[in-house]
């Protein structure tokens, strides 16, 4: 396996920059991209459903194949997806969702901080069970009115700091000495269970474990007397608010990927969660974009400042959470119609791929290997026409783990040396 330092002694660091323009790289991730045929569309993916003449022509011009973002048969949270995508070993380095939710939501984390990512979940009144793990999506602004409430809540052994984040989910931190991420979650990731308590994985973490789960029973009491709304308005009177927690971290020391390769990166994303894993590899984050054509947008503005950029398309993984089958592919169907302004910049790499599958029809992350496009003037060709699952099976790149997708990328941008004589 490539490690960090193989990678770092055969780069390319500032490779000529007096004498030529260097190159350009792009890697476009739909999140959740990956997919299963669906009994009710035909047994087709929310790929091959959707209109992609352009992502078509790109595999038809490059070379295709499939990526286990960790290994084969494991499924990846969106954390450890993103980490093999720019070239970490995810089983090395296995941060806590919490510490990137922290870092793209702005907030300043110290070395001793237990960062804690937050979902609000709604429970069943009549028999304390979990009925929605997202709450029904409530609006950002009933999210931020949550967090408020939860910021109310006093911990004798830490400091307490809540901060919206979008949606059902929300950002917490505990301030204090001796804080430990070992602990279980308290999300069973499943309906109509209770809401597990946080359990210490080492004696170390005894302590820990009794600050969170001071916190959610703080935080039943204070949601108790709210109505849970979900994000269309709708109000679910038999139900009240919880809160699950998981993705416990503090912040890591990691080689970022400017001091591995010599390489100004740059992030387009919308979510603090992206956001964070970027600025944790040594990306700048660019412009503030919402919508994908504002990203792209940003992507242009930008072009002329960075060598490597990362854009995130969240709406795919959303949908294919929700089930929504036809809003992946819809969503799918956006980014094939805004793909010619990307290849009208003129990358020297162009890249598009997944950080996992989001199969609708199983409304959650999978195992399932992800697609993955590589074009650049360099790459070859393989026999593969359309991008889809199905397709890419047969490319040339194979079935490969995510972290040997970032040096492919720097030696089709060529900026890795021989190796050994």
């Known amino acids: 396996m490539l490690t960090v330092e193989t990678l770092q002694s055969l780069a390319k660091p500032g490779e000529n920059r007096e004498t030529r323009q260097p190159t350009k790289s792009v890697l476009l991730v739909l999140d959740g991209l990956g997919d299963l045929p669906h009994p009710e569309y035909g047994f087709r993916t929310a790929l ?16 295709c194949g499939l990526l286990d973002p960790v290994a084969p048969g494991i499924t990846p949270g969106s954390g450890p997806g993103h980490f093999a995508l720019f070239g970490y070993d995810p089983l090395a380095v296995n941060v806590g969702r919490g510490v990137p939710e922290a870092l793209g939501s702005g907030f300043n984390l110290q070395p001793s901080d237990l960062a804690i990512r937050g979902n609000f979940c709604s429970v069943f ?18 999210c931020a009115h949550l967090c408020g409430l939860l910021q109310q809540v006093s911990l004798g052994q830490a400091a307490v700091y809540v901060q919206p984040v979008s949606e059902h989910r929300f950002l917490l931190v505990l301030r204090g000495q001796g804080f430990s991420p070992e602990l279980t979650e308290t999300d069973p990731q499943t309906l109509h269970v209770p809401i597990p308590e946080a359990r210490p994985l080492r004696p170390t973490a005894r302590l820990t474990a009794e600050v969170v789960n001071a916190f959610a029973q703080r935080a039943y009491e204070v949601l108790q007397p709210e109505t849970v709304i979900g994000g269309n308005g709708a109000a679910y009177p038999e139900e009240r608010y919880g809160v699950l927690l998981r993705g416990y971290g503090k912040y890591p020391s990691l080689t970022t990927l400017p001091e591995i390769y010599g390489i100004r990166c740059g992030c387009v994303a919308t979510h603090p969660m992206y956001k964070g894993v970027a600025l944790l590899v040594g990306m700048d984050l660019l412009g503030d974009a919402h919508q994908l054509s504002e990203q792209l947008a940003v992507l242009e503005e930008y072009w002329d400042g960075y060598d490597f950029f990362f854009v995130h398309v969240k709406y795919t993984d959303k949908a294919g959470e ?9 969503v799918i169907s956006e980014v094939d119609a805004l793909l010619p302004r990307i290849r009208a910049l003129d990358p020297d790499v162009l890249v598009v791929t997944g950080d996992h599958s989001t199969p609708a029809l199983l409304k959650s992350h999978s195992w399932h290997p992800v697609p993955v496009v590589l074009w650049s003037r360099h790459c070859g060709r393989d026999r593969v026409e359309e991008f889809t ?17 970032m040096p492919q990328i720097m030696a089709n941008a060529g900026r890795l040396e021989k190796f050994g004589a």
């Open 125 to 142: 009144r009549e028999n304390e069970r979990i009925a929605d793990r997202r709450a029904h999506r409530p609006s950002d602004e009933r």
């Open 48 to 63: 091959e459903a959707a209109s992609r003449s352009h992502l078509d022509q790109l595999a038809k011009e490059g070379v």
């Open 389 to 405: 699952e199905a397709a890419c099976a047969g490319g040339a790149l194979g079935r490969f783990r995510g972290l040997e997708l």
């Open 322 to 330: 929700d089930g929504d089958f036809l809003r992946k592919a819809a």
